[in-house]
């Protein structure tokens, strides 16, 4: 699928050398799809939810925090860093997961769409020895809640943001969280534009508490 359509029903705008990107790296996520069945979303949803969600949660992220560096967690196929880094022009990206083929299936569609700004690295969180480094924290979630927050809270600096993304809200999960290293910020609907409909998507929005 060509990528005018979600693009401007979702009124976003961003340079013609960025979309091509995009449309190459959605391109080799439907033919994944079809091949490996690598991802549970359908070839008709890939760009909205690979592409349009990521750039929309780049346009509200930004108006609370331009990060020089930005860590995603449990990134699968690049989702959502590898939109994300065609908004946030400045920001450094590494995009981390456990799995061989999914990283090994990422660098490859980001050195031949000639992606910027952006690292891959293959690990389990836990062996990651970047604590307190990132301006801003993403994933689209490893688990639960509690457990995303865990992580992203290790990893984020001093008053930096995490942003969590949920398809669905839990408003008892949320609102049972209790994590002393975070303050919760609020929550971003991300209204999608699909073509017949639209869909609310969410950003849980934490801001990481200054050590005294």
Same mark, same amino acid.
């Given at each position: 699928?060509?990528?005018?359509?979600?693009? $401007?029903?979702?009124q976003i705008e961003i340079d013609q050398e960025d979309v091509d990107k995009l449309t190459l790296y959605v391109r080799k996520l439907e033919k994944w799809s079809l091949i490996h069945a690598l991802t549970s979303v359908s070839a008709r949803e890939i760009p909205y939810v690979f592409v349009v969600e990521p750039i929309l949660?780049? +346009?509200?992220?930004?108006?609370? =925090?331009?990060?020089?560096?930005?860590?995603?967690?449990?990134?699968?196929?690049?989702?959502?860093? =590898?939109?994300?880094? #065609?908004?946030?022009?400045? #920001?450094?990206?590494? @995009?981390?997961?456990?799995?061989?083929?999914? #990283?090994?299936?990422?660098?490859? =569609?980001?050195?031949?769409? $000639?992606?910027?700004?952006?690292?891959?690295?293959?690990?389990? @969180?836990?062996?990651?020895?970047?604590?307190?480094?990132?301006?801003?924290?993403?994933?689209?979630?490893?688990?639960?809640?509690?457990? #995303?927050?865990?992580?992203?809270?290790?990893?984020?600096?001093? %008053?930096?943001?995490?942003?969590?993304? $949920?398809? /669905? @809200?839990?408003?008892?999960?949320?609102?049972?969280?209790?994590?002393? +290293?975070?303050?919760?910020?609020?929550? =971003?609907?991300? $209204?999608?534009?699909?073509?017949? %409909?639209?869909?609310? /998507?969410?950003?849980?929005?934490?801001?990481?508490?200054?050590?005294?």
């Open positions: 699928m060509e990528l005018f359509g979600p693009l $401007k029903s979702n949660a780049s +346009m509200s992220i930004s108006k609370l =925090v331009n990060p020089n560096n930005c860590l995603d967690m449990g990134t699968g196929f690049g989702n959502p860093g =590898v939109a994300m880094s #065609t908004y946030l022009k400045r #920001t450094n990206f590494l @995009l981390v997961d456990s799995s061989q083929k999914k #990283t090994a299936l990422l660098r490859q =569609v980001i050195q031949e769409a $000639k992606f910027e700004r952006i690292d891959v690295l293959t690990s389990r @969180l836990e062996d990651i020895s970047s604590k307190n480094a990132f301006d801003l924290v993403i994933s689209r979630g490893i688990g639960p809640l509690e457990k #995303t927050l865990d992580y992203a809270a290790e990893f984020v600096k001093d %008053k930096g943001i995490i942003a969590i993304f $949920k398809a /669905r @809200l839990d408003f008892i999960e949320y609102k049972s969280i209790q994590n002393d +290293m975070v303050s919760f910020q609020g929550i =971003v609907n991300l $209204k999608v534009m699909y073509p017949s %409909k639209e869909i609310s /998507r969410y950003l849980l929005i934490y801001k990481k508490v200054q050590n005294s």
